[in-house]
């Protein structure tokens, strides 16, 4: 089994950064493309940003790009999302995910392993 634990978040003001991570344990051979997702009050779970296995290519939704990077050390098996310039629609639970390939997808059924989430909290 995979398993992933996402830690990192809490209670910012408009403007602030935070950076998130996600750690990986178990047998992860098969495990390629990784992936950000956060799910917001009343809305679907949504892909905001993924990354390949090495770390060449990344993705991110409209809605982040420029404020995210999303970064990954397989020696650590670790991926890391560091956010910036925080603002109240980016309050949401946020999940890392895995899925046994090097294509990307955003479509969250395509990914079968998931973190627990950890809450990001934007106001003033």
């Known amino acids: 089994q995979v398993e992933l634990v996402e830690f990192g978040g809490g209670v910012v003001q408009p403007g602030d950064s935070l950076r998130l991570s996600c750690t990986l344990s178990g047998i992860m051979w098969d495990i390629h493309y990784m992936a950000w997702f956060r799910r917001a009050p009343g809305q679907e779970r949504v892909i905001v940003a993924g990354i390949s296995r090495d770390g060449f290519s990344t993705y991110y939704s409209d809605s982040v790009k420029g404020r995210f990077t999303v970064s990954r050390d397989n020696a650590r098996n670790t991926i890391d999302l560091q956010m910036n310039n925080l603002g109240p629609g980016d309050t949401a639970v946020y999940y890392c995910?895995?899925?046994?390939?090097?294509?990307?997808?955003?479509?969250?059924?395509?990914?079968?392993?998931w973190g627990q989430g950890t809450l990001v909290t934007v106001s003033s």
């Open positions: 995910a895995a899925r046994r390939s090097t294509i990307l997808a955003t479509a969250e059924n395509e990914y079968h392993f």
